[in-house]
């Protein structure tokens, strides 16, 4: 019984140097769709950024929903078509992809604040904070799928002034004031980098990046920026995670200092990763800063 009662007073002080370091510092949390599936994981995940504003930092989450998107967009009679990892987005299916993206972004305000921290749910299209133009991938048309052209930080800075926690989710205004549809992780980066935040954290499906996918002792800890270049270049990032270490290291040249790809299916990996001296999943580096995997 003693033993058990140190051992929480241990991890308690082990957290310490961390919520000094991390105090009033911002961290984006990039939320995906197939690490919420589960309700249970949701609420851990949601109970993990709720603390981490309680003690100090400046969280703020970006979302995504692309497998709820998909449940929808077959329940309306269509086939949801991909390419190179992007959703192709007709007009339906941008309403579609609307409605869903607000409904869970509500949902995740509704957990937040049932945990008694305030939270504000936005899109791109809340205070200019997402401007978009037509998307072209590889010469083909997408619909409306949006890349980012411009960042207006703003609201979010306000919002976290006033002390609240921003949720956003991605959805964007191009020059006509048309909605488009953004990859979650073009907008998390996109977001980092204009908010200059310390840290961005993709919660994902897998246990971090892989040099041979899927075999599990090839897991790589640790890269610099420009080791993650090479590893891009090599070809061995496929599906999700191409586009996903190539946001990466625009994000962290753009000055956010540590990138991390976390498996959001392990519960309170985001805690796992910030307040102990382990370090879970992949930490992506600015290449003057390749310490130790866990700062
Ligand atoms: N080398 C690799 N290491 C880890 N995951 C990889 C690798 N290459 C491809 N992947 C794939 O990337 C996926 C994660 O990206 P993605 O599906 O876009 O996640 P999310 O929906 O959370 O944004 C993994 O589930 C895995 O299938
Ligand atoms: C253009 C595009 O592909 N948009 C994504 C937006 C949601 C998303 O990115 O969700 P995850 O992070 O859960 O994958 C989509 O429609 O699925």
Known sequence: ME???????????????????????IIVVKYGGSAMLDEQLK???IKDVVLLKLVGFKPIIVHGGGKDISKWVSKAG?????????????????????MV?????????????KLGVHAVGISGKDGGLLKV???ISGGKDLGFVGEITEVNPKVIMDLLEKDF??????????DNYDSYNINADDAACAI??????????????????????????????TMTVTEAEEFVASGAATGGMLPKLTNCIQALKDGVSRVHILDGRIAHCLLLEIFTNRGIGTAITSDHSAEEHHE
């Open 78 to 98: 269509m086939e949801p078509k991909f390419i190179n990892g992007l959703r192709v987005t007709d007009a339906p299916t941008m309403e579609i992809a609307e």
């Open 3 to 25: 033993q058990e009662i140190m051992r929480k007073a241990e991890v308690l002080i082990e957290a310490l140097p961390y919520i000094q370091k991390f105090n009033r510092k």
């Open 43 to 45: 609420e851990n995940v």
């Open 165 to 174: 926690l921003p949720i956003i989710c991605p959805i964007g205004y191009d």
């Open 133 to 135: 133009q037509k998307r």
């Open 101 to 113: 993206l607000n409904r869970v972004n509500k949902s995740l305000v509704q957990m937040v604040e």
């Open 192 to 221: 980092a980098s204009a908010v200059h935040a310390e840290k961005l954290a993709f919660l994902t499906d897998t246990e971090g990046v892989f040099r041979v996918f899927e075999d599990k002792d090839s897991f790589i800890p």
